[in-house]
């Protein structure tokens, strides 16, 4: 069932677990999340970028793939579909009327006057149609500056601001993490994350989720993490299992099993990740 965010992540910070957003990147993509969530009986957060939206074909194609798989695989766990790293009002407006759930919008490059301008409008239309908000503050960077430099890091203060002028549903704090693989040891604050959580009402969210240990991201949860998105993670576990096959099978030629490589893999790795995030079961929601 295709449902908002703001229940389950707000039942991961209350009992201290993370729900996984996974990015999806085509239809054999998310239909191995769904399938492997739907078996393991655990809410999922399907993200799908700009750059992905546009390679899928755009926000109606996405939505209507999300809710076709979702009646054809009878799916009883809860789907969030998520607009990740929205850049503007108006991309986050195309996704709400495709029929997204969730979306993000990031202001994280603008000042915070600006930034909170921003999401005040995209909460404003977007509560308007039952739609949870996710922002971003301070600047989570790329794998090519390593880990985040501290100026950019989110300050608690401005973490509170954000949240009340804007009412919104979650909130990204950077805090150390990178998207892609990280260079370096990353570095997370998480005396700041803590803080953070201890004194705002919403749900925290870690962007940048591959390239960290066991550790980092158990303490990550424990202080306050209730939202880990990963994509990389799997984009190099598919494409090592693609790359075995056709290494080993130079006649195969079929899109279909030459995709369906990577599946087992992908599936198996998926489940790794909602163990360690100790999500629970729907049923013991």
């Known amino acids: 069932m295709i449902v908002n965010s703001e229940k389950m992540l707000l039942d991961a ?21 769904l399938e492997t969530c739907q078996a393991l009986q655990v809410p999922v957060i399907l993200g799908v970028s700009e750059g992905a939206i546009k390679y899928m074909g755009g926000y109606n194609t996405v939505a209507s793939l999300v809710k076709g798989l979702d009646k054809d695989l009878k799916l009883t766990i809860p789907v969030c579909l998520h607009l990740d790293h929205g850049a503007s009002v108006e991309a986050c407006s195309k996704a709400i009327a495709a029929g997204f759930t969730s979306v993000m919008i990031d202001g994280s490059k603008f000042p915070l006057t600006e930034n909170i301008r921003l999401t005040k409008e995209v909460v404003k239309m977007a509560h308007y149609k039952n739609v949870t908000v996710e922002a971003e503050i301070g600047h989570i960077g790329g794998s090519d500056v390593g ?10 203060d401005d973490c509170l601001k954000l949240y009340q002028e804007t009412k919104i549903d979650s909130i990204a704090p950077a805090l150390g993490s990178v998207h892609g693989l990280y260079k370096g040891k990353p570095n997370l604050d998480y005396n700041t994350m803590r803080k953070i959580n201890d004194n705002l009402p919403i749900p925290l969210v870690l962007h940048g989720g591959t390239g960290l240990s066991k550790e980092d991201i158990a303490k990550a949860i424990d202080c306050g993490i209730a939202k880990v998105n990963i994509n990389t993670d799997l984009q190099i576990t598919w494409c090592n299992s693609v790359r075995e096959f056709l290494l ?3 006649d195969v030629y079929d899109p279909r099993k030459v995709i369906s490589s990577g599946e087992m893999a992908v599936k198996k790795r998926i489940e790794e990740f909602v163990t360690l995030f100790k999500t629970p079961k729907i049923s013991k929601l």
């Open 13 to 33: 910070k209350k009992n201290k677990y993370a729900v996984a957003h996974f990015n999806i990147n085509n239809l054999e993509w998310t239909k191995y999340i």
């Open 147 to 156: 880990s985040a430099d501290q100026k950019y890091f989110a300050k608690l």
């Open 248 to 250: 080993n099978n130079k």
